[in-house]
């Protein structure tokens, strides 16, 4: 395919597992989105990769002001796209079709 280096989803999911292991860069699952979102790269870092204590007020659900693991964990997500912007190929909008998904698979 013109958008990607791999020509298929498995060749990419496998290569971007490959890469993230090589750079230590923390991920639960790599995939692809279904039905209409069959070409989005999906990877699954978890809540909290950066595994940094969030600083919340009491009765407050986010963080208060940019907490320390916020910035790291929106700096590993940084990394995280533009190691697999490198590996695919990929490329413009959304960062080229690329989620981060900081939840569980």
Same mark, same amino acid.
């Given at each position: 395919?013109?958008?990607?280096?791999?020509? *298929?989803?498995?060749? !990419?999911?496998?290569?971007?597992? $490959?890469? %993230?292991?090589?750079?230590?860069? =923390?991920?639960?699952?790599?995939?692809?989105?279904?039905?209409?979102?069959?070409?989005?790269?999906?990877?699954?870092?978890?809540? *909290?990769?950066?595994? !940094?204590?969030?600083?919340?007020? $009491?009765? %407050?659900?986010?963080?208060?002001? =940019?907490?320390?693991?916020?910035?790291?964990?929106?700096?590993?997500?940084?990394?995280?796209?533009?190691?697999?912007?490198?590996?695919?190929?990929?490329?413009?909008?959304?960062?080229?079709?690329?989620?981060?998904?900081?939840?569980?698979?």
């Amino acid at each position: 395919m013109s958008w990607r280096n791999q020509e *298929n989803h498995r060749a !990419e999911t496998k290569a971007v597992k $490959e890469a %993230l292991a090589k750079a230590n860069l =923390p991920f639960l699952k790599v995939g692809h989105g279904t039905g209409t979102a069959w070409a989005w790269l999906e990877i699954f870092v978890g809540q *909290n990769p950066s595994r !940094e204590e969030h600083n919340k007020l $009491e009765g %407050l659900i986010s963080c208060y002001q =940019p907490c320390i693991a916020c910035l790291k964990n929106r700096e590993i997500c940084n990394q995280i796209i533009s190691i697999v912007k490198d590996v695919t190929g990929r490329h413009g909008d959304y960062d080229g079709n690329i989620n981060i998904l900081q939840q569980e698979p």
